[in-house]
């Protein structure tokens, strides 16, 4: 990012909050840059290309960090070796290649995030008049980040489900697994 990219991400006069957050999505780049072509079934050209991407997305996450850019985290589901339960990886990510924390990265998927959707008076913490939006973990991520892959209970709208059932891809899994 040059200076001015910087600039704006700081103060977007066009942007709904008067600022742009940088959200990338490591986790999409990263199985197909990482991963034995054999395993994924691209050819040279595309994984050298996911490489490349995943590199730039590092930068710029690393640029964001020092820069004092919002940042949120999400991953992108509808990639390849990307699962909907498996937020913990990008976070993850996040911790390997910064100097972030997991308490930071917690906040970033949850205050963070929450603040540049918009609803942060409403989600993202655990404050009186805030809906009850949490989950119950057997084992703290502040210690281990993979803890939030085990959820116990989970808390929507104060509305308790006491067996949450995550479906996963268990091929999946194991390659990624291997990479980790």
């Known amino acids: 990012m040059d200076d001015e990219i910087i600039r704006l991400y700081k103060n977007n006069p066009k942007a709904l909050h008067g600022y742009t957050a940088l959200i990338p999505t490591l986790q999409a780049a990263y199985p197909s840059a990482s991963l034995d072509p054999s395993v994924t079934k691209l050819s040279p050209t595309v994984k050298e290309n996911a490489r490349l991407v995943y590199d730039s997305m590092l930068k710029g996450v690393k640029q964001a960090i020092y820069n ?77 980040i993979e803890a939030l892959s085990n959820m116990s209970m989970v808390m929507v709208k104060g509305n308790l489900i006491q067996t949450p059932s995550v479906t996963r891809i268990k091929e999946v899994d194991e390659v990624l697994n291997a990479v980790w």
């Open 68 to 144: 004092g850019i919002s940042i949120g985290i999400g991953n992108d589901a509808a990639m390849s070796y990307v699962s909907h339960y498996d937020l913990w990886r990008e976070m993850d990510h996040y911790m390997r290649q910064t100097k972030l924390t997991n308490k930071d990265v917690i906040d970033m998927v949850t205050r963070n995030n929450a603040k540049i959707l918009g609803i942060d008076d409403v989600t993202g913490t655990l404050n009186i008049g805030k809906q009850a939006d949490l989950i119950v973990l057997d084992h703290n991520p502040l210690e281990q």
